[in-house]
């Protein structure tokens, strides 16, 4: 995806959205004038900082970043972890994200390799 789409779908400059890429540790690729990168890995790294438990974000050039009881509060981050990029490249991960955006339970099969749910009872 060009990094324009960043800029367009969250309303920030375009040094912002590189900056975005730069703490989720996403890499862009540059071709000419442009940058693109991938938005599936972008999702994914989304869909983990967004989970419930997981520590808050402060994304540059955001409000939060200068209120100082947020910068106080020991739980938000201003740049990914390891750890968080880890939970992100898990292949379950797509699966969950289907599942929260209310795709088919189809589609969840195919990517899921072990079962999900209670075990089926065996017949006698």
Do not use: C, W
Not at 14 to 41: C, E, N, Q, W
Not at 85 to 101: I, T
């Amino acid at each position: 995806m060009e990094l324009s789409y960043l800029e367009q779908t969250l309303g920030i400059r375009r040094r912002t959205a590189a900056k975005y890429l730069t703490v989720l540790h996403i890499k862009p690729m540059y071709i000419g004038k442009d940058i693109y990168f991938s938005l599936t890995t972008f999702k994914r790294v989304m869909y983990i900082l967004s989970l419930p438990g997981s520590p808050g974000f402060l994304f540059p050039g955001s409000a939060g970043r200068y209120n100082p009881r947020l910068l106080e509060d020991k739980e938000y981050i201003k740049e990914v972890t390891p750890e968080i990029l880890k939970q992100a490249a898990d292949p379950k991960v797509p699966a969950y994200m289907a599942a929260a955006s209310g795709n088919s339970p189809a589609v969840l099969k195919q990517l899921l390799r072990e079962p999900v749910g209670r075990p089926s009872r065996e017949k006698k």
